[in-house]
């Protein structure tokens, strides 16, 4: 269980990460609401968004994840402060790349992972294939 100054701490961090993206920090059901339509398999409640903004609450690593793609942040920096919200910028570039392969991973990365999984195996398998060919 974290502790109060790792859950302030993170909520300053969220809280930063919402504004510098230019989300504001608004109402929690809000925020809910539009993270929520970009990732639909990764719901989060607004009682779940405002424990995170009061700093009551660090979420789970997978929402961390899927917060720190959203924001496009480091997962490391939302969650611990380690690495900078600058150090984010180059990993965030792959998603303002246009193309196509970085759409996909983009995407591919929104899933939820049983989803992921799925999609590893299938391109796996199409693989094998094209190679016996």
Known sequence: MANS??????????????????RGIGSP??????????YPDRRVTPQ?????????AIPSHDKIQALAEWLEVSPNWLHHGEGGAGHAEQAAAI?????????????????????QQVVAEIITALAARDRRR
Request: without cysteine.
């Open 48 to 56: 779940a968004v405002r424990k995170w903004l009061n700093g009551e």
């Open 29 to 38: 059901t809000r925020l809910t609401q539009e993270f929520n339509s970009d």
């Open 95 to 115: 998603y303002r790349n246009p193309l196509p392969d970085q759409e996909l991973l983009k995407r591919y990365r929104k899933l939820h992972p049983r989803q």
């Open 5 to 22: 100054q790792a859950r302030e701490d993170f909520s300053r961090r969220l809280r930063k990460a919402l504004q510098d993206r230019g």
